[in-house]
């Protein structure tokens, strides 16, 4: 029996602890939309425009119904007909300032159930990182906070969900990674139920550990006007992986998903500019050079 | 026989004849980037970044290769083994002020041939609106023009490719139109290739008649702040639609089409706000409630 109940008190409690350590941070609060679906379930959308986070959310959403949309079926069909849950907390926060990177975290699980028949269930998650201005430290720190929390469960399981979000977060049209990655993974349930809740819950807190230290370490820094150009223009990528690629975010918009909620991802100020071109050895020419090319961090 | 280097005569003729009334206007040239395309063909891409036109893009382009791509003989499996050419002419405009209406246009020729078979050929094209502050006469005069050039096609010309318009500018998961439409065909070959071409050659010429007298009745005016903001919040619909719906922008994409020519049409500042609302009775509201419903226009 899955016991569905404690994953949604840990991931309420989990959106909880991300608002108040980024409040704590930012000072300011974030605002609270309760919302339901019309077919079963709802969330608690949490918005903040911050003095360090120009803007961001952390959601929760918990929906259900008596059969899977079309759509989810189309790749799995033994699962038609199934009843489903699917509870998810998703984070992402655009900061005001170039020298700290945008953030994306997620958990989530889903069950589809058929009278007498075992529940079919899996975790996905992770987070993933897509710096303007990075550091090598501090991407080193990133990744080896995220290999920390994965090492209790295998060896390979850094080098495997690392890999999976170098090729997740990848815009094909620009052949060109969103960020510098993290961990990614999905359908997970080989463990059995016990670690692979442990794990999620690892990953939940793991983010915290491994993001705060490196808004702390930004925060102060000022920035010319000319760098926060540069993080609106690197911010159109951002969107255009979101919109062309992101498989959550489309399934959403697809499946009449509260359209506010999935676009909260969405960053505040972006440009497009045609054929912009980094100078030679700027750190803009870093950060598409060095920085972006998938490659081992720790 | 198709004169295919005729109408290519007509595409870049049609281009200078954009660019030089857009200029004219603007006071600014276009900047101009020729490309190849590594399978067959290439193109002339010219951006404006001018007075009145903040961001903006005039591209021809002719590919052309010996067997179609696989996404382009799915929905057409007839066309599998043939050579094929594909020519057209986009345009986008994105002003400054936000008093004046962004615009896209565009005409595209296409033609699938196969040894001791009959060639399959169509165009394709339209234009459409999509105003911030409209003004009703403004609406009407572009509608207006858009069903006197079709006129000579038939009555139902309009009707007919006025509806298309509708439907195709669309985004569902905001259950809003893009702009107020316009004109919008695709696989045009039924009326024979004469009279298709010189529709084509109406549509070119009909839209600098649809779209320089608002041009010019707006670039004046004088607008706030908050004016602007609004236009940078609705340019973030025009992203929405072109990367999660536009065909023209997902197939040249996935084709491995040149993506700083294709994501010319994306805004050069845009915003994005969670839950933004229009106060009641505002100009604000009156875009959306009285000018995007689809309506009869003439």
Chains 1, 2 share one sequence.
Not at 83 to 103: E, K, Y
Not at 127 to 140: A, G, Q, V
Not at 259 to 270: D, N, Q, R, W
Not at 273 to 279: K, N, P, T, V
Request: charged residues 20%; negative net charge; contains cysteine.
């Amino acid at each position: 029996m899955i016991p569905i109940s404690d994953i949604k008190t840990y991931f309420t409690t989990l959106q909880d602890k991300l608002c108040t350590a980024i409040t704590d941070i930012d000072g300011e609060n974030f605002i609270q939309d309760d919302w339901t679906r019309e077919l079963g379930g709802g969330g608690r959308t949490r918005i903040i425009k911050g003095k360090i986070i120009e803007q961001g959310g952390v959601n929760f959403s918990h929906i259900y119904g008596d059969t899977l949309p079309q759509a989810a079926t189309l790749a799995r069909p033994e699962l038609a007909g199934c009843s489903f849950q699917a509870l998810g907390v998703s984070l992402v926060l655009h900061p005001h300032n170039p020298f700290i990177p945008t953030t994306h975290m997620n958990v989530r699980f889903f069950i589809a159930e058929k009278l007498r028949c075992a529940p079919t269930w899996w975790f996905g998650g992770g987070f993933d990182l897509s710096p303007y201005y990075p550091n090598r430290e501090e991407c080193i720190h990133w990744h080896h906070t995220a290999k920390t929390l994965c090492e209790p469960y295998g060896t390979n399981v850094y080098p495997h969900f690392k890999k999976n979000c170098d090729d997740y977060f990848y815009l094909k049209h620009r052949n060109e990674a969103r960020g510098i990655g993290g961990i990614f993974f999905d359908d997970l349930n080989e463990w059995g139920f016990e670690s692979c809740f442990s794990f999620i819950k690892a990953v939940g807190e793991g983010f915290l550990t491994a993001y705060l230290p490196i808004i702390n370490k930004n925060k102060q820094r000022t920035y010319t006007p000319a760098q926060k150009d540069f993080q609106c223009y690197r911010r159109g990528r951002y969107v255009e992986f979101n919109l062309l690629y992101d498989r959550g975010t489309l399934f959403g918009l697809q499946s009449g998903g509260r359209t506010e909620s999935i676009l909260m991802s969405l960053p505040p100020v972006v440009h497009w500019c045609y054929q912009w071109q980094a100078q030679a050895n700027s750190p803009e020419a870093a950060l598409i050079n060095e920085y972006l090319p998938a490659q081992d961090w720790v």
